[in-house]
């Protein structure tokens, strides 16, 4: 059982910085891919990035590459995702999840089996 707090959301200018954090509970958190997704009212939950147990390899949704980071420290049994360069469009409730199967780097929501209640981000034009 791994339980996911996010924390860092908030409202912020068009072209603003934020780093969001999701401190994971359980002894399991090294081995489990990590990821972020995204929704808005009305919409299907959306892949945001992903880092596979290890940190090796990541990925990311096309219109967040080159501006968003996703990165853990299993140390701290936490994972971030830090947001540079924010647009409107990056308005969304932000939601961290674990994909106990930590080899595997799927943008499905059904892969991942614990989710966190989410933090949300507010880019104002």
């Known amino acids: 059982q791994v339980q996911l707090v996010e924390s860092g959301g908030g409202l912020v200018q068009a072209g603003d910085s934020l780093r969001l954090s999701c401190a994971a509970s359980?002894?399991?958190?090294?081995?489990?891919?990590m990821g972020w997704f995204r929704q808005v009212p009305g919409k299907e939950r959306e892949f945001v990035a992903c880092?596979?147990?290890?940190?090796?390899?990541?990925f990311y949704l096309d219109s967040v590459k080159g501006r968003f980071t996703i990165s853990r420290d299993d140390a701290k049994n936490t994972v971030y995702l830090q947001m540079n360069s924010l647009k409107p469009e990056d308005t969304a409730v932000y939601y961290c999840?674990?994909?106990?199967?930590?080899?595997?780097?799927?943008?499905?929501?059904?892969?991942?089996?614990?989710w966190g209640q989410g933090t949300q981000v507010t880019v104002s034009s």
């Open positions: 880092i596979s147990s290890g940190g090796g390899n990541t």
């Open positions: 999840a674990a994909d106990p199967v930590g080899w595997r780097t799927g943008r499905a929501t059904s892969l991942y089996d614990y």
């Open positions: 359980g002894r399991t958190f090294s081995s489990n891919t």
